[in-house]
Structures are given as structure tokens and as C-alpha cells.
């Protein structure tokens, strides 16, 4: 069985601190990553996604990917209250290019 | 702009009941998926359908069933509903270029008593 991991939580920063939020995956072939946030009751909503090594930057976001680590992560600088969520790592298997696995999550709260 | 559309959004049903999630989407998309999220877990995937006609197993498909009906709706089915069945389903769908993300629904949330 595939899998994805993510740091366990909960992760506490204060704010204006930078979070930084964890991925592995066990497959080697998987090529395309994607980071979701998700408010409390609600569905998820794309934060990055990222399918070169290397980093990737859109605003606070910072998504940095190596596969010969199997590792990919999100930095968050300047953290929010806004961003206290849980935040999940999606990874496309790398043979059965449709299927997609999520990672348990990882919830962010950032203290004011 | 819908998106993706669940029914309904929440339920709730006595152990033996059979019950089918609805879901529809309107961005032509030709992936679509059933996932399931239990407290304090993520999105665990259920079924998915790579085009109209077709359905492949997920992660958890033991005592579900899956629909393509078309190419907009895909639908979950519960024969035989047990309290282990209790949790928020989501159904996505996206294209299928290999760096496109997925589009969720608002979920439904399932109660089995």
C-alpha cells in the first residue's frame, strides 16, 4: 500500500512565525504533490502544488519538493490567525495517474 | 458556478439501511472520486472513476459501491449501512492533465446509529 505521512500534530507557532509543515511518500514514481488547507467542517481548498525539485513560492507560501528524499514540504511565513487550519499533503500515485492519496493531516494553529 | 454539487448534506441511518451520495460536477472534468474523512484523519480514498464507464478501488472500498452514471455525476452506494460507516464523505473531480488539483464538494456528513 501507498503512502503518505505528514508531522504529527498539533503545530503551535505564534504569530509572524513561520510554519513548517511536513510530507513523505512511498512512491517513488509519484510526480505531482499537492498541499490543501482545511477549516474545521469544511472541504478542502488548494494551497500549492509543485511537480519540479526545488522550491516554490506564491505569496507566504513556499512549497519545496526533493524526490530522491521522498520529501515535500510547505512553509508558512508571516503566520496568521487566518491560517490556523489542518493542512493536508495529496500525492498522485505514480503508475495510476488519476488516483490520489492524502496524507492524516496536520493541524496549524497560530497563536496571536 | 456549482462546481461540485453532494446530496445530501447530512444524513443519518439505522444499521442495515442502504443509502446512495450523490454527486455531480459541471466543469467537464473526467476524473472523479469518493473519499471518506474520520475524525482527525485525512481524506481516505473510497472509489475513483478515470472517465465515464470505468471505477477502480481506492484505498477503502470494502462495503461500498460506485457509480459512473455520465461523465457530470458519480455515486456512492451503501448496501448495507454500519456504524463503521460514519464519517464526512467528499467527492472531487479534475481533469486529467497531471499537474491539475482536485475540486471538492462540500461533503456529506453520514450518521449510522
Known amino acids: 500500500q501507498k503512502e503518505v505521512e505528514q508531522n504529527s500534530g498539533p503545530l503551535s507557532v505564534p504569530e509572524g512565525a513561520i510554519a513548517s509543515l511536513n510530507c513523505t511518500y512511498s512512491d517513488r514514481g509519484s510526480q505531482s504533490f499537492f498541499w490543501y488547507r482545511q477549516y474545521s467542517g469544511k472541504s478542502p481548498e488548494l494551497i500549492m502544488f509543485?511537480?519540479?525539485?526545488g522550491d516554490k513560492e506564491d505569496g507566504r507560501f513556499t512549497a519545496q519538493l526533493n524526490k530522491a528524499s521522498q520529501y515535500v514540504s510547505l512553509l508558512i511565513r508571516d503566520s496568521q490567525p487566518s491560517d490556523s487550519a489542518t493542512y493536508l499533503c495529496?500525492?498522485?500515485?505514480?503508475?495510476?495517474?488519476?488516483?490520489?492519496?492524502f496524507g492524516p493531516g496536520t493541524s496549524l494553529s497560530v497563536i496571536p | 458556478n456549482a462546481g461540485v454539487t453532494q446530496t445530501p448534506k447530512f444524513q443519518v441511518l439505522k444499521t442495515g439501511q442502504s443509502m446512495t451520495l450523490q454527486c455531480a460536477q459541471d466543469?467537464?472534468?473526467?476524473?472523479m472520486y469518493w473519499y471518506r474523512q474520520d475524525p482527525g484523519m485525512g481524506l481516505r480514498l473510497i472509489y475513483y472513476?478515470?472517465?465515464?464507464?470505468?471505477?477502480d478501488k481506492g484505498e477503502v472500498p470494502n462495503g461500498y459501491n460506485v457509480s459512473r452514471l455520465n461523465k457530470r455525476e458519480f455515486s456512492l452506494r451503501l448496501e448495507s449501512a454500519a456504524p463503521s460507516q460514519t464519517s464526512v464523505y467528499f467527492c472531487?473531480?479534475?481533469?486529467?492533465?497531471?499537474?491539475?488539483?482536485?475540486?471538492f464538494g462540500d461533503g456529506t456528513r453520514l450518521s449510522i446509529l
Open positions: 472513476s478515470a472517465s465515464e464507464g470505468t471505477t
Open positions: 472531487a473531480s479534475r481533469t486529467d492533465s497531471f499537474n491539475q488539483p482536485q475540486h
Open positions: 466543469m467537464n472534468h473526467n476524473s
Open positions: 509543485i511537480y519540479s525539485n
Open positions: 495529496a500525492v498522485m500515485d505514480g503508475t495510476s495517474y488519476d488516483k490520489v492519496i
